[in-house]
């Protein structure tokens, strides 16, 4: 009857459907009722309010009777003109002279990307950001950007949240007319964790500028700059501002860490800026630049290298902060901080804070301070929904000098440690952490080399092996998937190369590759690929930012897609819903599509049958509706 419907369509007949057309054409499915939206977001809602969502079982809640948060209102006129505007009509080489011209420290804000990444475990759903987006766009029209896609969004938006991360980029693009949104690109990685064929990181790029990125922040996980030029290379092309970044590891000013000096990440600017960077990221992603230093480096930099410069950092060890204020007196261009109440930790520094700190001097950065605070009490809102993911840090530690984590990573290690009944020996994984990186030669630490050392770390830890065990020719060790694969090169290249000992033991007599990964990749077939997804979807036509999906993430992406089929669009549910389901006697409203909303309440959920199904008692836009599913207790 499906294909019947289908055949049938004027939109199908006509060659104007997109992917999007199943999805949004209701009247398709009128030949089973059981499969209209509106019935898969009440099966989903059954079905968590009888079984739970597996993400959130056993972890801490929300206060009861936890509401929607509401964003500040906002006028209807037009937002006033932004950095945004710099960019559509002059391109990205002006936004550069701009920011290089501009006197204020030019601030990104992280909320929605690093901050819920480094405290949450990455999990903030897109309507808690898309409610919040136009007071953003009316409200401080002043900031450099809002980073808000990439690194591991992408992913555990449609892996743990049931969404389209596309779409996610798309709502927020069109809320936010004059302010640049930022994305986190691991080079030939693209928002994965291993290197992709360089036609798969053109097309990736190509589509992520379409859909809405107006800032590529792209970086190599061990700073190799050979690495990073296809993307870099996509990026230009696409006319979008492309901001090559060094990644700061150790400490300039530590004689005993000469490996990464000043010359070291001058050097690395200059040929990021050979490789045709608009602006010079500085990606401090352990929050490990301590203000003396980054008074030299971002002095150095400015002076040799000659690019604007973006600074980010973490607050990990609790003096983040100070280090923007110096890097702001030693002329860095912008920074990054995260709204208030997603502060702090292994988040960004305090937004409200660092305004404040440059009230009143050259480097004040225009922003509003009681809309920051507006902004930041619904964030605070917003954060309560997420108890479940709280999982980071409850105070700042300088341990941070030691293992040298990532921000990012930090909650995730600290979650597999847990699952791996390792917890109460977290010194003892940090301390690994650290001896696993001087054994790999002391690298760049960020996603996925930082992955990489995690996975070692732990399993050395889990089996009670040390350094010099591991080192042992002797001894036989079994090393995880991802060191071998680093190790053979399909990372690339750390500066120096891979020391002998370790490459030895663990590749033996393999020789691995020295050349950049991407140039052995064969191109993938998009067109064929393309088919053969279709194919396997049912004749579900794929669009370019679904292959985009399927590329990345081959089998995460058809997960979704199974899912979605049986759900439907859950993404429109408030998150206490998503996540909890809801209590008899409450009532939601989902728009489903602009202009459609449900209406849902649950009137009653019935007793276990002997079949194991559950009957819940739904009004659905004032119409009873009853959905069963199976008590899977
Ligand atoms: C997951 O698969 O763990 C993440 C997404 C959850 C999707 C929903 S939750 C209700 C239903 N039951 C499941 O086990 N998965 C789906
Ligand atoms: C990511 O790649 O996701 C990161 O946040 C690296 O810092
Ligand atoms: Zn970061």
Redesign the pocket.
């Given at each position: 009857d499906f294909v019947i419907n289908l055949l049938k369509h004027q939109t199908f007949l006509d060659y104007s459907y997109t992917t999007k057309f199943i999805d949004t054409t209701d009247d398709l499915f009128q030949f089973r009722k059981r499969q209209d939206r509106a019935t898969k977001i009440l099966t989903?809602i059954a079905?968590?309010t009888v079984?739970g969502?597996?993400?959130t079982a056993g972890r801490a809640t929300p206060p009861a009777g936890i509401k929607t948060p509401t964003a500040p209102k906002v006028s209807v006129q037009q937002p006033p003109r932004g950095a945004k505007q710099i960019l559509d009509e002059q391109g990205p080489q002006a936004v550069a002279d701009w920011m290089a011209a501009e006197k204020r420290l030019l601030l990104t804000d992280t909320t929605m990307r690093d901050a819920h990444q480094s405290l949450l475990a990455t999990r903030m759903r897109s309507i808690d950001m898309i409610r919040v987006a136009p007071a953003y766009a009316h409200m401080l029209p002043q900031l450099f950007s809002m980073e808000c896609w990439g690194g591991a969004t992408f992913d555990v938006a449609y892996?743990?949240?049931?969404e389209c991360p596309w779409q996610r980029l798309r709502d927020l693009r069109a809320r936010m007319p004059n302010l640049m949104t930022q994305m986190l690109l691991r080079a030939s990685n693209g928002v994965g964790y291993t290197n992709y064929p360089d036609n798969v990181v053109q097309f990736f790029v190509k589509q992520a500028a379409e859909t809405g990125v107006d800032v590529f922040r792209v970086f190599d996980s061990l700073n190799w700059v050979e690495n990073m030029r296809v993307a870099m290379d996509a990026v230009l092309e696409a006319n979008k501002l492309c901001e090559g970044t060094l990644c700061y590891t150790g400490d300039i000013l530590n004689p005993d860490r000469a490996k990464y000096d000043l010359k070291y990440y001058v050097r690395m600017g200059q040929d990021l800026k050979a490789a045709g960077a608009h602006v010079l990221g500085l990606k401090d992603m352990a929050g490990l630049l301590k203000p003396a230093s980054a008074r030299v480096l971002i002095k150095a930099l400015k002076e040799d290298v000659g690019l604007p410069i973006h600074f980010h950092t973490h607050d990990t060890g609790g003096i983040a902060g100070a280090t923007i204020l110096a890097a702001a007196e030693a002329g860095v261009d912008a920074a990054d901080a995260a709204m208030d109440a997603f502060s702090g930790n292994t988040s960004q520094p305090t937004l409200g804070s660092i305004v404040e700190a440059l009230r009143f001097t050259d480097r004040d950065t225009g922003l509003d301070m009681g809309a920051i605070r507006k902004i930041s009490d619904y964030w605070e809102e917003v954060r309560t929904h997420y108890a479940a993911f709280e999982s980071a840090q409850q105070a700042p530690s300088s341990e941070v000098y030691l293992h040298e984590m990532p921000g990012g990573q930090f909650t995730n290690l600290k979650a597999q440690a847990r699952s791996m009944g390792l917890e109460d020996r977290w010194p003892e994984v940090a301390r690994t952490y650290a001896d696993v990186n001087m054994m790999f030669g002391d690298i760049v630490k960020v996603t996925p080399s930082s992955k990489v050392v995690g996975d070692m770390a732990l399993m050395m830890v889990s089996q009670g092996l040390t350094r010099a065990d591991v080192e042992n020719p002797e001894r036989d060790v079994s090393f995880p998937e991802s060191v071998i694969d680093m190790l053979r090169g399909n990372l690339g290249q750390p500066p120096g190369g891979w020391p002998e000992g370790i490459l030895r033991k663990v590749l033996k007599d393999e020789s691995p590759l020295t050349e950049r990964p991407g140039a052995r990749l064969p191109p993938v077939d998009l067109e064929a690929t393309r088919a053969d997804l279709s194919k396997e979807l049912e004749g579900f036509t794929v669009d370019d930012e679904d292959l985009n999906g399927y590329l990345m993430y081959p089998k995460v992406f058809l997960?979704y897609m199974g899912?979605h089929r049986?759900?439907g669009p859950?993404r429109t549910l408030p998150t206490q819903t998503f996540f909890y389901g809801m209590e008899p006697g409450e009532e939601i409203s989902a728009e489903i599509a602009p202009g459609k909303t449900l209406e849902i309440r649950v009137v009653a959920v019935g007793e276990t049958g002997d079949d194991g199904d559950v009957k819940v008692f739904f009004e659905l836009n004032g119409q009873p509706r009853t959905i069963r599913v199976a008590n899977?207790e």
């Open positions: 989903y079905d968590i079984n969502h597996p993400e892996r743990f949240l049931q997960d899912r049986i759900y859950v899977r």
